[in-house]
């Protein structure tokens, strides 16, 4: 039998992870000197009224080796276990995942997916349908890693107030940002870290470059599944749903609240489509 296991940023629906039986193990993050277990001891929106009034941007933190190793201990040792990870762009989280295999056994594959929310949420149901058609283990790892080479995340950020409260930019740069409506669209590359694409005044006309730039990245929608994540902005996420489903007929489009790790980056009204 193969185990699924993933971290909390993953940002799938509680009811995909229950229907695809994927273990999750959590993230940390810190507000305010208090520290919170993501999708255990803080629901996102809890998250973000606290994010919100703090004036420091949240930490956050990888599981610890010992954290992930004591998760695969849960199953049978000739069971096998595939472990799902956020981009080691991103974080340690992968480091720690494969520390904490060394510490288990060898019937336990850690998976860099190069991507973060959705992006990686999406690999766990690729993953998950493979198995339950009977692939083996071997055969879903060279499946993932094609999807994985072929995959595409835009980052919509709403607002410049997680830069500067990060020191990326400053209180002035960021008034100005503010003052002028201006939208950043960031890109997730290949390598699994994040680069400027485009600075863009004005919400319609952000609106309509992100939908262009999903069309230029795949013609094919109509076999292609979708991720889409937001922080307090459902309202965009829907009609950027309805715009990919029915003009362009995607096969499938997830709708789902942003965690804690992706919204300390993300900001209020961001959103992650990945695909």
């Known amino acids: 039998m193969l185990y699924l296991v993933a971290d909390s940023s993953c940002d799938l629906p509680e009811e995909l992870i229950k229907k ?5 193990v959590p993230l940390v993050v810190r507000v305010d000197g208090e520290s919170y277990r993501e999708r255990i001891d803080i629901t996102p929106q809890e998250f973000y009224k606290k994010m919100a009034l703090s004036k420091e941007l949240p930490k956050t933190s990888q599981p610890t080796p010992a954290v992930f190793a004591e998760k695969f201990k849960e199953f049978s040792n000739s069971d096998q276990i595939l472990c799902i990870t956020i981009s080691s762009g991103l974080s340690g989280t992968y ?22 929310s959705l992006g990686q949420g999406l690999q766990l149901i690729k993953a998950a349908e493979l198995a339950e058609s009977g692939y083996t283990l071997t055969e879903i790892v060279s499946a993932l890693e094609k999807y994985r080479s072929k995959r595409n995340i835009l980052i919509l950020l709403n607002t410049l107030d997680n830069i500067v409260k990060g020191g990326r930019l400053s209180k002035i740069q960021g008034y100005l940002g503010k003052l002028l409506n201006i939208k950043v669209l960031l890109y997730g590359d290949k390598e699994g870290k994040v680069i400027l694409q485009e600075k863009v005044r004005g919400k319609k006309k952000f609106m ?6 999903i069309i230029r990245l795949c013609p094919d929608m109509a076999s292609t599944d979708f991720g889409v994540t937001h922080f307090n902005n ?10 990919l489903t029915n003009k362009y007929h995607a096969r499938k489009v997830i709708i789902n609240e942003m965690g804690c790790t992706m919204a300390t980056y993300a900001g209020e009204g961001g959103m992650i489509v990945s695909f």
Do not use: M, R, W
Request: aromatic residues 6%; negative net charge.
């Open 95 to 116: 480091q720690s995942a494969c520390i904490g295999k060394g510490q288990c056994g060898e019937n336990i594959t850690v998976f860099d997916s190069l991507a973060g």
């Open 234 to 243: 459902p309202e965009d996420a829907e009609y950027i749903k309805k715009e």
């Open 20 to 24: 695809y039986k994927i273990h999750i």
């Open 208 to 213: 309509e470059i992100v939908l262009n730039e």
